[in-house]
Structures are given as C-alpha cells and as structure tokens.
C-alpha cells in the first residue's frame, strides 16, 4: 500500500463505537451540562458533528448541514444529535466561549461540546483520537447496536434525511 493511500484511511468504519470522553458540555439551550455519554442514548442513532470554530470548512459546510439534518429529522426519537468542537490546532480561537456562541449563531438546539487534548494526548481530542477522524468538519453516525456506520469528512444530508424519512 502507498504512504498517500495509509496517511486517507481515516475513520473506525464498521467498529464498535468508543464512549465519549468530552467533559465540555452544554445542553440544547447552552446551559453548562454532566458530561454526555452515548450508552445513555442504547437504541437509538447518534450522529457526533466535529467542527472547530476557525474551519471554513465547518461554517461553510459543516453547520448548514447539521442544520438541515436537525430540522428535518430533529423531531425522530431515533437519533439523537451532537456537535463536539474538536480543537487540535488553534486552541486560543477554538475555544468553548466560541463554540458556545455558533451554537447560537447556527440556531442549533442540540447539545455543544468542546473536545479539548491534553499532554496526555499530544494536545489532541479524544474523539479525533478514539474515532481517527481526519479533520474537521467530520461526521460519525453510530447505529442503535453501538456500531460506527459512517465516520467521514461531510455527509450527504438528502442521503441520511432520505434513510430515516423512511424508517
């Protein structure tokens, strides 16, 4: 295999899904909440949207995805949605203060957290770490059974709206 072909194969694809170490969290509203950990949300699907408030990428894509997908399927008991800044680089920009205000700015009424590395980690977040994302804006959605059935760069929102409109 190449060295380009290793360095694209990110994701945990098909895996069983990590639980969530993230400590930054606000709730739907921004009020400052516990921790989220997915093995509260058994039997449903979860869709984790990792952004950093700096990515063109995030605001240009990211958000106006996660807002068609909220709008559209907000209201299915079936999945459950979260956004996790995922700060690896720009930490003095990236921070919880400003994840806090696109969670007010996209008009997102889904829980915010911010993901933050340690010297532990090399300064890299746990979910970028325990889902070997590749950057940001990237999407995981998790099954009911707890499995990772899509963890890439975007998403395709007709696709997954399409999917549980159908369910």
Known sequence: MKEEEEIL???ILDLPAPELEVQQWVDADGEQIEPIKL???????????CFQTWCKGSREEGFPAMQKLVK???LNKNIVFFAIQTAFEGLESNTFEK??????QFDLKIPFGHDVGDTNTGL?????INYNTGGTPWFILIDPE??????DYGIDTKNVIAHF???
């Open 9 to 11: 194969n990110y994701g």
């Open 39 to 49: 093995s509260q949300f058994e039997g449903k699907y979860k869709l984790l949207f």
């Open 72 to 74: 559209a399927l907000g």
């Open 99 to 104: 994840a806090k205000a696109f969670q007010k």
């Open 124 to 128: 890299l977040p746990s979910t970028l």
């Open 146 to 151: 707890n499995d990772v059935v899509y963890n």
């Open 165 to 167: 409109e159908g369910m």
